[in-house]
């Protein structure tokens, strides 16, 4: 069955079994294999991914689901080669370990983020958002904080981003000449 399907922003056709998960068309059909099974059964998190920007644990849905609809994956949070803030706040404080959990908790962390604009969440916020994905090699900690560093780094850059388009927007005072008298 063909089925259409918008990745990371960039238009899919694939020709799949309706009943494939969603999780083997993204790395074996698309050929992104970030998305990584943990499980299998919807438990660990490993596999989320954003459909139509909610996270979905991609092993527990069917290809024939996602026609028309919106998938990102831990591949379209950069931008081209450049990691955005929460992937860099996660290998700079730690948050990274093995790497199987890893692109999950930024899909997740990433939907929180995206909901919690201009604020930094709280601790057990964080903690809820990502209760849905397990980890084995961390306590928890190092992820959180790189969340709410990530959250931090983009109030400061659109509070900034604010302030300059207010001085860019604020007219100048008009020069006048002054007349001369002869």
């Known amino acids: 069955m063909n089925i259409g399907l918008t990745v990371n922003g960039e238009p899919k056709l694939v020709d799949v079994d309706p009943?494939?998960?969603?999780?083997?068309?993204?790395r074996e059909d698309v050929g992104l294999p970030g998305t990584k099974e943990g499980c299998g059964e919807g438990e660990c998190?490993?596999?989320?991914?954003?459909?139509?920007?909610?996270s979905v644990c991609s092993c527990l849905v069917a290809a024939g689901q996602v026609e028309g609809r919106r998938v990102v994956t831990v591949e379209g949070l950069a931008r081209g080669e450049r990691l955005n803030a929460l992937q860099q706040a996660f290998i700079g404080l730690g948050g990274a370990q093995c790497g199987i959990c890893t692109p999950g908790m930024l899909i997740s962390a990433h939907e929180l983020l995206a909901r919690s604009v201009g604020r930094v969440p709280g601790e057990d916020e964080v903690r809820e958002a990502l209760a849905g994905n397990l980890c084995r090699c961390t306590g928890y900690q190092k992820i959180v904080d790189a969340v709410r560093s990530a959250a931090k780094d983009a109030k400061v850059a659109a509070s900034a981003r604010k302030a300059t388009k207010a001085r860019a927007v604020r007219p100048k005072p008009a020069r006048t000449r002054a007349k001369s008298r002869a």
């Not at 009943?19 to 993204?26: G, I, N, P």
């Open 19 to 26: 009943w494939k998960r969603l999780l083997d068309v993204l």
């Open 45 to 54: 998190g490993a596999c989320t991914v954003l459909l139509d920007g909610r």
